[in-house]
């Protein structure tokens, strides 16, 4: 299976205005699916404005210059089809997915919402408290409130560090000038990639995509420029009376180009990949500190973060942060065997063949690399630059980035002086 999804053809076509359209033709099943990709994401945000890139992804499919939000609604819902929007750190997505014979007037329908969205005020102003319900929801729950504060600690004023949400200072000055705004500089021909996947031919998706979207001009180029992250090795703590404490650490990471990202997946997969990783066995397993026990390794743009984090009883919480940063930089002194290495190998090769079966997987995978910059040869260099990970590389990599973290702790008083007790 996973031979013969790497060897899946993928066309690849600029058009006039500067999108790029990626066609992989699947003719198994009479459905398309479609990603409509923007670079920029959360990444354009500023702390004043924290937020934006959410509401508008929420507000996009509510209203246009030609339809309502009931009328999009009925247009999708009636066919069976499925059609939303999202924004991630380093981008913004329309996704679509209908039968063959459809899609041709949902994609006209993707245009209408991407090129004129009216942003109605009172679906703002609906969303706007929807939002800051979600905010104040989130602020009661220990995880998140680790995860904000770790945020700040390893990136600064870096959009990185910013929660998706937003604040609710910074959402309530948003305003519909600010969307529109946004939609003018960030959604764009010149910044989008369209991927199709399914049964189609790559001359109908064009002609398609042509229709659709050939005749959007791009305003004046804009460059998108960030603050440089601002990592504080420090410890932040909170208190909230629980029985259940979250320890959390965070080591600065490398970008997605970088030729250390291969290694630090590597490592993200023997730490904190599923019930066999050494954090879940060692931690858990072995030594019943845990309640939860994982690892993860963002891929990003730019300088992006190895977090680990650990959900442990109170009495615990001092040995829970020792023994997450042991197992963290155990790897700089004591290299994988061969066989570990080989198994994290497999698992993350597998579980990477795996995810790109469905045509809507196959249309995200592939249109994210390209508006990542990264390209469809991605595809098969992520498979060989595992591949050649070597046990020194993973030994290396663990002491060039895992040396000082940034620590969160949520959790009660007594919780919160064993973790000071152990600085």
Known sequence: ???????RISDRLVLSNGIVVLVTENPTADIIAARCFFAGGERVETP????????????????????????IAEQVESIGASLGTEASSDYFVLSLKTITSDFHDMLLLGSEILRSPSFPSSELDLERRLTIQSIRSQQ???????????????????????SSLGTEASVSTITREDLVDFHHQHLRPDQMV??????ISSAQAIALVEEAFGDWQSPQSTVITTPAPNFQPLLVTHQQDTQQAIVMIGYPAPSVHSPDY?????????????????LFVELREKRGLAYEVSAFYPTRLETSQ????????SHNTGTALAGLRHECERLAHTPLTTEELSTCKSKLLGQYALGKQTNSQ????????EVMGLGLEFDRKFVESIEAVTESDVQN?????FTTPAISVVGSSDALKLVHSHE
Not at 1 to 7: D, E, G, K, N
Not at 50 to 61: Q, R, V
Request: aromatic share 14%; hydrophobic share 40%.
């Open 1 to 7: 299976m996973s031979l013969a999804v790497s060897q």
């Open 48 to 71: 004043a404005k924290s937020g934006l890139t959410h509401l508008a992804s929420s507000l996009l499919t509510r209203g246009t210059e030609r339809y309502s939000s009931l009328e």
């Open 140 to 162: 009661e729950r220990p995880f998140t409130i680790a995860y904000d504060r770790l945020q700040h600690l390893m990136y600064g004023d870096h959009p990185y560090g910013f």
């Open 194 to 199: 369209v991927s199709i996947a399914g049964k």
């Open 262 to 278: 291969a290694a630090i997946k590597i490592i993200s997969t023997y730490l904190g990949n599923g019930l066999s990783s050494r």
């Open 306 to 313: 190895f977090v680990a984090y650990m959900g442990t009883a």
């Open 362 to 369: 196959i249309a995200q995978v592939y249109g994210w690399y």
């Open 397 to 401: 990599v663990a002491q060039k980035y």
